[in-house]
Every structure is written in C-alpha cells, then in structure tokens.
C-alpha cells in the first residue's frame, strides 16, 4: 500500500483533531490512519435481529429491540434521581433506566415514536432491563442505511472518558476509508487472488470493519490473514536468500586428523540418526562457501552439546576459531568442562570468558585470542562484548537462544568479516509455524529423538496431602545414591514472595531431612554468582542429596546422577518452563521422576497443563499444546512476542492458511526473487512501503 494519505496522522482526519489524536495514540499507539485501519475489531455485535421482550433469555448479553416509550419518568432513590422508561414492543413492556444525563435523555426522547434501542441486558426479580442503551429513531436509521454488523474496538476508560467511544471509532474509520480511497492498493498479486478467491485488500479492509454480513467478513479476514503470512514469510526468506547472495561463508572443507582421533577414541557412544543428520546438513553449510545461520532445535537431553563439540572441531582443524555463548554461568561453566574433557586431548585450546573472570585473567585471553593462540572461547555475554576480538572466528554457537535477542546475535556476527558461522541451539521445541514466524530467516535443524536406553521420565502429579509419601520415597532414592532437585516458582510480581516460598520449604523440609543426615543445598536468583556456583558444583559433584531453588537451574544443567525432580506449587509454572525443568533429570542411565506438586484444587487450565506433563515426555507435543493454552506470545515470553505481529492471523487455528500462504512465497521467491515482474508490483510496492518493520531490517 502506497503512501501520504495512509500515513498521514490522524489529528488531520475529519472529526478528530489534535487532543484526540494525542490521546488515541499514547493510549493505544495508534498514530496514523494506515494503523488506525489495521487495528481491527476485536468483536462483533449482530444488529441484523430484533427481540421481542418474550424472546429475552437469561444467556444473551446484547440485545437489540424496537418499541414505543410509552412513560418516561424521573424516580428519586437514596437521594439521587434516575430516568426509568417503560419501552412497549407491541406485546410486553421493558424497563429502560438512565443514572446519567437524565436531562438530556429525557429532552431527546419523545414518548410513542419508534425507537431502536441496543444494550447490554440486566435482571431484576426475573424480569429483563437496560441501563443506558443506545437508542435511536427508527425513522433516523432508515435513513441512514441499517448497520447490521457493528464492530467493537479496543479502547480505555481514558478515551471513553473523552469521548472517545466505540461509536466515535466507527465514525472515524468510516472518515479516514472515504479519505483514503484512492489509495487503498490491492497488496497480491492477481494470480493468488484468482487462485483462493479473494477479495480486493481494498474490500477486504472495508468488510473487516464493515462487514455487509458475516460471511463477508470471514473472506475478508482470511485475505487480510493470508497478507499477513504471506508479508512476513516473504521478508524472511527474501533476507535469507539475499543474505547467502551477498554474505560468502568460511570454507571448512576438510575433516583429518583431530576429527579422526576425536571419532575414533573420545566419542564413546553411537550418534543417534538425528544427530547424524544435523551432522550432515552442518557440513554441508561450512563448504558451502556461503555463511550458515541455522537454528537447531531439540528437546532438552537430546545431545545438542555434542553436535556443537564436533562441528567445533571442523572449524578449528580448518584453522579457525570459534565460541560458544551460553546464557548463563554455570552453563558456561559445564560446556567448558564438556568441551575440555573432549578436545584437550586432541590439542585444541579451549578457554572460558565470564563476567566473573577476573580482570587479570581476562586480559591474558584477549591478548591470546586475537594472536590465534585459543582455539574455542566459551562464555556468557561478556563474549558479546566490543573488545573481545579474535584473530579469525569461523564459527560462533549460541546456546538457548531464546534468552538472547537478535541485536545479541548481530554482535557476534561483527566479530569478523565476512561474518562467521552461525548455529543456535535451543532446547524449547516450538511449533513448525511459530518457528517460521519468527525464525523464518534461519534454516532449521531439528534433533527429534532421544539417545538409546534414555527411559521416559515417569511423571505423577501429586497433591500437598501426599507429602510424607514424597518423602519417603525421596528417602529411598537418596539412600540409593541418587540426588533431587526441588524447585519453587519464581513469582515475577513479587521477588519477594518468590523467596518466601523457597524459605518456608527449606524450612519444613529440614524437619524430615535434618541436617546431620542430609545435605541440602539452596539456589536462588538473588545469590552471588560465586555463591551460586559453589552450591552447583558441590551438587554436580555429588556432595550434595537435596538442590532446592527457584528456576535458576532451569537452563541446560546436566547432573546425570540426579533422578528426581520434585516442581513445587507446579500449578504456577507454564508447562513449557515444567517441561524444561523435568529435563534435568533422566539425564544418566537411572530410572527418573517428576513429580508435581500441587495444592488440592487446580483450576482447569492448571489441571491441562498437568495432565499434558504426566501424558507425554516429547517436548514438540508439550509446546503445541502449550501454544493452545497460552498463545504464542506467552509461550516465546515477552521478549520475543513482539517480534510476531500478526494482527489476525493466529499460527495455532489459521495453520492452513499459513502454509498457504507459504507456499506462494515459495513460488514467488522461486520464479520472481527480486520481484521485477510486473505481476509482483503489488508485493513489492507492498514491501517498499512498510519496510519499516523489523524482520525486514534483520542483519543482513
Ligand atoms: P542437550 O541437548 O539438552 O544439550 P546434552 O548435549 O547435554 O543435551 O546431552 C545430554 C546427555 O546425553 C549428555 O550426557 C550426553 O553425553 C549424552 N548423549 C548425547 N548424545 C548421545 C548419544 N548419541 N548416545 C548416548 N548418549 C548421548
Ligand atoms: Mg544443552
């Protein structure tokens, strides 16, 4: 869509002006008209029918009905007045009460004329009544054409108290399309429209606010959603493959001897086929001569580490450096061991970068770094930092993604030019659209099974009244050498509560688990990373029985001989979070539990979110019903939500249309990539003119 008018502000726009147009846009962040029209209803009202007041039931919320006012009279109650009209339809009478404005309802209302009135039903001693309705002449209305649809707009108290009222948008809008009309282009291209049968992106827009009937208004919706899938799959796979145009990759095609004796000698287990395949799909990126960006995706204990150890490899027997970032300490920490454990044999320099590095330490690795002296440089985000500079980076590997943003990621990619290789793992399965919505410029990997012998983590659900059987079996498995982590929610809200509830349980768990026979060790957001890292390796290295903590160990913790993990108050926690945590155990070759906590009585959605746990361990399964539950923005958490900004299209129930949608991208990025023919000018001009947005301005 095109230009001036579309992005003229809305204080130009009949009926509007300068105070209102402030207050729409700090309220909602709507400034010009091209946004106004693209913030849809939320809902709408079905004007097409009258009742009759017989035909009132209890269920309705709305109603519209027409009749004659055959009383109107002003009725004092506790010191106050009210209007109360008695409206006849013809056959009964209603009750019609006005608290406000009472004057001037009673001046415009003339008693036996017809009126339409529409209003939210109340009840009194069974009987059906309104409390300021709209009303409205009939006579008015025919001449004005019947609206039969009424739409419903998001708005605040705040504008509602200025006036700013359901029925001042609709009249805006209607303002702001006869304004706009001759610039209301058409987004596709014909083909696609002929294809699906579409209408116009102009009577589409037109039919989402004003829809003629409510069979219009879902063509209409399914056009405006298509655009929406179509314009985000496009931007990304448009940066994607001009990104491989322009941006030439390391070339690492050699794998000799470090891989060999790696292989040979220091793996000492079979690659599962998942593996196998990421494996593969990786090395053919790094001699591919074109940069990787790839996202590897796999359930927690799939064996990402071990793919980013051999991948890691190739780079440096290619004579290039890498790094790995990890988003948290101690998760650099045990990538470091991992990584030592596997490659100090094999002659490759392995250094860890934190924040709690210390300066002296820190500035022997910098110096070590940019002469080539280290091979692999693992860290947190201090890795991000400006004066972290290598000698040649080849490849950088991002571990848990999600916990960074993509301005962290572009940080890496400056550490050398061309930039380096990229892969990021993350351990929370989401589903394939919500992938490829925010994503979709990244190719995907995808480690979809477990390693051998690893057993299902039985899963029950159990409630406060069963605590003493908790514990004894937790008796059982401590006696038996195994270790268990407790883990209390972390109320966002409150940081204060959130310790509280760790506190107390520390507090009555000493009573069954006393201190001169267990050791418990304690974990929380608000420790020193010292702190918290001597608690970790003390239960890492079995010293401790007990790990009890808030989510801290939620992210990538790997303690093999821990069993069992107990989620206390699990009715607070998402189920993706739930899944993640249950991931920290089943991690050796020990039959291992999750036990849920629960208070007695769950609420439904808590009670779902349990039984999807204690039904499946497969962590695809867990996020597409996390996703139902939740929606996308709650399950990729508030950083990333606003990276996905369909306004209609919704990825769980419009799934059809989605793959639709992507398919056309797929056709036209095959046939027409830089969009030079002529059917492609809508997609295009399209593009050019909202290129503001940020999956356009991905690096790249
Ligand atoms: P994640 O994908 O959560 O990062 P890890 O890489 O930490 O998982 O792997 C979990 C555990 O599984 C590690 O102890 C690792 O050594 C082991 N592992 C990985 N791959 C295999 C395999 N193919 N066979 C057996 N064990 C494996
Ligand atoms: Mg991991």
Redesign the pocket.
């Known amino acids: 869509m095109n230009t001036n008018k579309l992005n003229t502000s809305l204080e130009f726009i009949k009926g509007i002006g300068k105070i209102r147009s402030k207050l729409i846009r700090d309220e909602l962040k709507i400034n010009t008209c091209q946004q106004m029209l693209y913030s849809f209803p939320f809902r709408y009202i079905d004007r097409s029918k009258f009742f009759k007041i017989s035909e009132i039931k209890n269920e309705m919320i709305h109603v519209q009905i027409k009749g004659v006012f055959k009383d109107l009279k002003l009725v004092k109650f506790s010191n106050k007045y009210r209007l109360e009209g008695k409206l006849y339809d013809g056959y009964n009478y209603m009750t019609i009460n006005w608290f406000k404005g009472l004057s001037w309802v009673e001046k415009s209302i003339e008693l036996n004329k017809e009126y339409v009135l529409f209003g939210r039903l109340s009840w009194f001693n069974n009987k059906p009544n309104m409390v300021h309705p709209e009303f409205e002449r009939m006579n008015s209305i025919v001449k004005k054409g019947f609206v039969k649809i009424k739409p419903v707009y998001h708005s605040t108290e705040k504008l509602i108290n200025h006036g700013i009222t359901n029925n001042f948008f609709i009249k805006i809008i209607k303002n702001i399309f006869s304004f706009v009309e001759d610039e209301l282009n058409e987004n596709l291209n014909k083909e696609i429209n002929e294809k699906y049968n579409f209408y116009s992106t102009r009577k589409s827009l037109i039919n989402i606010h004003f829809p003629i009937d409510f069979n219009h208004l879902e063509i209409a919706k399914k056009k405006i959603i298509f655009e929406e899938f179509f314009f985000n799959q496009l931007r990304f796979n448009l940066v994607k493959i001009n990104r491989k145009r322009i941006n030439p990759g390391y070339y690492f095609p050699s794998i000799s001897n470090k891989f060999k004796t790696f292989f040979d000698s220091k793996l000492n ?4 086929n998942s ?1 196998k395949k990421v494996l593969k799909e990786i090395r053919e990126d790094f001699s591919s001569k074109k940069q990787m960006n790839r996202l590897l995706q ?9 793919v980013a150890i051999m991948s890691v490899i190739i780079a440096v027997e290619n004579n290039f450096q890498s790094c790995i970032v990890a988003p948290t300490e101690i998760l650099a920490q045990q990538h470091f061991s991992s990584f030592i454990n596997y490659l100090s044999d094999i002659n490759i320099n392995v250094k860890i970068l934190t924040g709690s590095t210390t300066k002296l330490q820190r500035n022997l690795i910098l110096s070590d770094l940019i002469i080539g002296e280290i091979d692999v440089l693992i860290g947190t985000h201090a890795l991000f930092e400006d004066d972290v500079r290598f000698k040649n980076l080849g490849y950088v590997v991002i571990d848990e993604q999600h916990k960074f943003g993509v301005k962290q990621r572009s940080k890496m990619w400056k550490k050398n030019n061309p930039p380096p290789h990229v892969l990021i ?1 993350t ?1 929370t399965p989401i589903p394939r659209t919500l992938t490829m919505s925010i994503y979709g410029d990244l190719d995907i990997s995808i ?1 979809d099974e477990m ?3 690893r057993k299902d983590i039985v899963t029950v659900h159990r409630k406060d009244s069963n605590r003493l059987k908790v514990f004894a079996f937790l008796k059982d498995q401590i006696k038996s050498g195994r270790q268990v982590y407790i883990v209390y929610p972390l109320i966002e809200e409150s940081k204060k509560m959130d310790l509280k509830f760790l506190e107390d349980g520390y507090e009555s768990l000493l009573r069954d688990f006393p201190r001169d026979k267990y050791q418990i060790g304690v974990l929380h957001g608000k420790m020193k990373n010292n702190d918290k890292d001597y608690e970790m390796k003390r239960f890492i290295v079995g010293k401790t029985n007990i790990l009890i903590s808030t989510t801290v160990i939620e992210v ?1 913790v ?1 303690v ?1 001989n821990a069993s069992v993990m107990i989620i206390e108050s699990a009715e607070r926690f998402g189920l993706s979070q739930m899944h993640q945590l249950r ?1 920290r155990v089943g ?1 050796g070759s020990y039959e291992s539990y999750c036990i849920l906590m629960t208070k007695d009585n769950l609420s439904n959605d808590a009670q779902t979110r349990i039984n999807a746990m204690t039904e499946t361990n497969n962590g695809f399964k867990i996020s597409e019903i996390d996703l139902k539950l939740r929606g996308p923005g709650d399950v990729l958490g508030t950083r990333q939500s606003g990276d996905l900004d369909f306004k209609l299209g919704d990825i769980v129930n419009d799934v059809d249309v989605f793959n639709e949608a992507f398919d056309e991208v797929k056709k036209v990025i095959s046939s027409d990539p830089d969009l030079i023919n002529i059917s492609n000018n809508n997609i295009k001009s399209y593009l050019v003119n909202n290129s503001n947005n940020k999956s356009w301005n991905i690096i790249g």
């Open positions: 287990f079979d690659l599962t593996q796999g359930d927690v204990g799939s064996g990402k580490t071990i793992m351990a480690i390693p051998p012998g990538g790997n093999p991931g991690r």
